[in-house]
């Protein structure tokens, strides 16, 4: 069974900014997008960025132009970059991989913006 682990989550002032790491523990197959999923307390689990297995991304609206996917194949690693964090980015963010077969959950990491 192949886990996924995040890490790089964290405190952070506003307008600071943070880099999520996904690291897969081998690799994989079948793979049709990755992506990153974040939830706040109280409040449904919403996408956050979306990369395709042809490299194609998509973002939500909120972080467009300040969070940037991407990932390393040779390394079974996806990251998110985040700039210009806001405190309405307070979340617990999960990594996930959807595969032809099924979906992969990571267990998540913290990110707090506040000053």
């Known amino acids: 069974q192949v886990q996924l682990v995040e890490s790089g989550g964290g405190l952070v002032q506003p307008g600071g900014s943070l880099r999520l790491s996904c690291a897969a523990s081998?690799?994989?197959?079948?793979?049709?997008?990755m992506g990153w999923y974040r939830q706040a307390p109280g409040k449904q689990r919403e996408l956050v960025a979306r990369?395709?297995?042809?490299?194609?991304?998509n973002y939500a609206d909120s972080v467009k132009g300040r969070f940037t996917i991407s990932r390393d194949n040779a390394r079974n690693t996806m990251y998110l970059q985040m700039n210009s964090l806001k405190p309405e980015d307070t979340a617990a963010y999960y990594c996930n991989v959807h595969t032809m077969v099924g979906d992969l959950w990571g267990q998540g990491t913290q990110v707090t913006v506040s000053s």
């Open positions: 990369i395709t297995s042809g490299g194609s991304t």
């Open positions: 081998r690799s994989m197959f079948g793979i049709v997008f």
